[in-house]
């Protein structure tokens, strides 16, 4: 029943907790808590391993039992064009997050950009639902890999010209605290 635009919901009910008729809390999938981080200063890359690119951001979960939703979007460029392949991942701390299968000499990451020319920039977006059971401040840092003896680009192409054919993008990693207890 509705009083005052109030909606009165049973006194128990399966996944929620409710007091005097009135919803307290969810049992789950809340978002606590957000934080972001955005650079749009060029990063140059020349590393087989997977590297920190300084795209980094800051969250202290409130609970043990919390999930970290993570999102990142990178641009990445190349002066070698479609023959330097390259891996981006995430990394919580030192602990590199949902790499691929290492294999021989395959670059292991997260995610991968498309094959692009000298003057093109690829869009890499990123999304991972991290448990790092701690109550601790965390750090979640995008890493970039590339070809060895090749260079690859964060928030600039390969040839970066002054000119109109070319772009100097943004990067940005977005954090949320998700409440998944009662």
């Known amino acids: 029943s509705a009083v005052d635009g ?4 049973p006194t128990s009910a399966p996944g929620i907790q409710f007091g005097d008729g009135m919803i307290q809390q969810y049992a789950g999938g809340k978002i606590r808590q957000i934080a972001n981080s955005f650079t749009n ?7 087989g391993s ?12 409130r609970d043990t039992n919390s999930k970290i939703l993570i999102f990142a979007m990178l641009s990445t460029g ?5 023959d330097n392949i390259f891996a981006v991942g995430l990394r919580r701390g030192s602990v590199d997050l949902g790499l691929g299968v290492a294999g021989n000499n395959r670059a292991q990451g997260l995610a991968g950009p498309g094959q692009f020319g000298n003057n093109a920039i ?11 059971n701690s109550t601790s401040e965390l750090t979640y840092k995008v890493t970039c890999s590339n ?17 109109q054919y070319t772009a100097r993008p943004s990067s940005t990693i977005t954090v949320m605290e998700v409440v998944t207890g009662a």
């Open 147 to 163: 070809r060895s003896g090749y260079t690859s680009y964060m928030n600039r192409t390969g040839a970066d010209a002054d000119a």
């Open 41 to 47: 200063g060029p990063v140059t890359f020349s590393s």
């Open 50 to 61: 997977l590297l920190d690119t300084g795209l980094q951001v800051k969250i202290t979960p």
């Open 122 to 132: 690829s869009t890499v977006s990123m999304s991972y639902m991290d448990a790092p």
């Open 78 to 82: 190349t002066s070698h064009g479609s």
């Open 6 to 9: 109030l909606v009165k919901l």
